[in-house]
């Protein structure tokens, strides 16, 4: 127990690692809008497609929420370039991602398409709307207010999972962490920091969606 | 790729790799229903000690939110790399499993603790006034008012999370705890296709995760369809 945290080494890197931060939000924001497209074509599916096609979304659903990203990334990774499929570290992390968050996001948008409600489009039939004012006013109005809290709270999620790259070497906040490691040796002092930076970070990001949210939508979305 | 599959699968499933593999199976089930066992206890705890009108005194309710929001907000694995540094730099001598448990814990409570605000936000306010009204302890209000009304709203989720955690388990890999993941690795590394390890585990992890968040999803539809009181 005589050991004594030395930041000063480790300081001089913060900017690099801020750096890392970038690639992580970036990671984080590719998986999560093609997960939203994953998730949209999903929910649809579920709601209008066939058995056989509702059958293998729910089937897809169900094993990527039930195994592990990291060996599904593994997967990715190690399996593919064996059929012949070869994929750079940050490629196979960003696919991997997609389908996971692709996931989360099906069950997500399609508990919040299934939030709306009859009587809704119901009442706007009688007042007489056109089916454009119906889905303007009545079904998108809903369905953003129903879906943004659970979204933006996918996406903090996302950012938290990118760490997950830097097993693949991918240069990202924790991998670049890892880097600073080797060079100093200062390790509980870097992945303090990189830690308060993750802090920050998700903090910023649950802040700024919630004010995007009640300017956009009227949500009342919780920071803490 | 195929006939390369089915050339290694019978030695891939021998006894031994089988034993290796029972062997990681355990360790990653202790390690992630024990670690959310005691999680989940000290996450009630600190729940408890954020609610006003049971212990939440100003400086216990400022440490347990402090708490829950960092811990909530720090991926796993940084979490992992610095509990591990710090076991390794305090020189205590502690094995790789205890600090991927701590790990798991620590985690775990934070969550739980906002399942269980959840749960006891659930109680409505005039069973509060109506307990502080007949001079009920908080001690009391605890256990005879919020526990029997809200473990109803907090228990079937927490499977949800125990799924999470087992998944969580699979980064553990990175120091080199020998769970599922890690044994796939190695299995890999000693000239096994990636195919049949890293497939062979997906679908044991399955056969762990499914089964659990099932149970989650099975309570949560019994126990929501009784009358609250």
Redesign the interface.
Known sequence: ?N?SLIYSQVSEHIPYLLGGAILTLELAAISFLVGWAIGLTNASILHFGPRPARLAVQGYV??F????????I??IF??LP??GILLSPYAAVAIGMSLNAGAYLTEIQRAGFQSLRREEIDAATAMGFSVPQIVWYVVLPHIAKALYPPLSNQF?IQV?????A??FAVEEL?GR?YNVNSLTFR??EV??I??VI??VL??ACSLALALLGRWLFRVKARV? | MWEQLLEDAPRFFGIWNLMFLGQALLNTLLLSYLGAAFGFAIGFSLAIGRHPRLYGIAPIRLLATAYVEVFRRIPFLVKLMCIFFAFQLSGAQASLFTIALVTVVLSAAAFAAEIARAGIEAVPAPQWDAAEAMNFSRWKVLTRVVAPQSWRVVLPPLFGYAVGFIKSTSIASQIGVMELTYAAKILNTRGFSALLCFGTILIVYFLICWPTKRFGEHLEARLGRRPKV
């Open positions: 127990m050991y169900t094993f929420i039930n195994t592990p990203l990291l060996v599904q593994f997967f190690f399996v064996d059929a903090i938290m999972t990118t760490s997950i830097a097993i924790t962490a390790s509980l992945f303090s990189v830690a993750y802090l998700t903090l803490f």
